[in-house]
Structure formats: C-alpha cells, structure tokens
Nanobody, 115 residues
Framework: QVQLVESGGGLVQPGGSLRLSCAASRSIFSIRTMGWYRQAPGQQRDLVATITSSGNTVYTDSVKGRFTISRDNAKNTVYLQMNSLKPEDTAVYYC?????????WGQGTQVTVSS
C-alpha cells in the first residue's frame, strides 16, 4: 500500500520544459515498476513511461527522445523530465505504482502546453 502525490505541473510554452515529481509515502526500493500516465480531456488514460527497480525504462513512442523517467529510491520519489513540450502533451499526468497485484494512483498534476 502506498500514497502517491504528484507535483511540478503548470503552464509552459511549446518547446519548453517541466519536471514532474511523484512523492511516495513509503519506500519505493522494492516496488518493481513505477510509471507516469496522462489523460487529456475526453480521452483515455495512456501510458507515458515506466521504470523498473533495476532501472529499465519504457516510453510511449510520442515522447521518446523528449521525456526521461527516473527514480530516486533514497527520496522515495519518481521524476518525469519533459523537454521540447508540444501542445498535444497537454493532459493531467498521474503517477502509478504496482505492488503485488495492486495498482495505485496519485491525484494527478495538470500540464498545459500553450502559447
């Protein structure tokens, strides 16, 4: 069981950058997979990136080369560095953790990319 709190969202111009943080209420050292998902208005919640306890990462095609997921186990925090942001990146971004057979979500943080 874990509580997740996202932060770092906001309004940014196209081409800009943001770094999202996901703070967990417990150690994430033993959580095999954590990730970031996003949901735009009227759309489903889609995977953005995942990272395993061994550091392996997976990205959806649309963010490859622009986004970087990382984890700092000592700080119980997962990050999403977002560069070269596009208007289509606008969405609520959610942190995710899988523990055993359970899935946990944060409350989300809004990212808006607009000029």
């Amino acid at each position: 069981q874990v509580q997740l709190v996202e932060s770092g969202g906001g309004l940014v111009q196209p081409g800009g950058s943001l770094r999202l943080s996901c703070a967990a209420s417990r150690s994430i050292f033993s959580i095999r997979t954590m990730g970031w998902y996003r949901q735009a208005p009227g759309q489903q919640r889609d995977l953005v990136a995942t990272i395993t306890s061994s550091g392996n990462t997976v990205y959806t095609d649309s963010v490859k080369g622009r986004f970087t997921i990382s984890r700092d186990n000592a700080k119980n925090t997962v990050y999403l560095q977002m560069n070269s942001l596009k208007p289509e990146d606008t969405a609520v971004y959610y942190c995710n953790a899988n523990i055993a057979t359970m899935t946990y979500w944060g409350q989300g943080t809004q990212v808006t990319v607009s000029s």
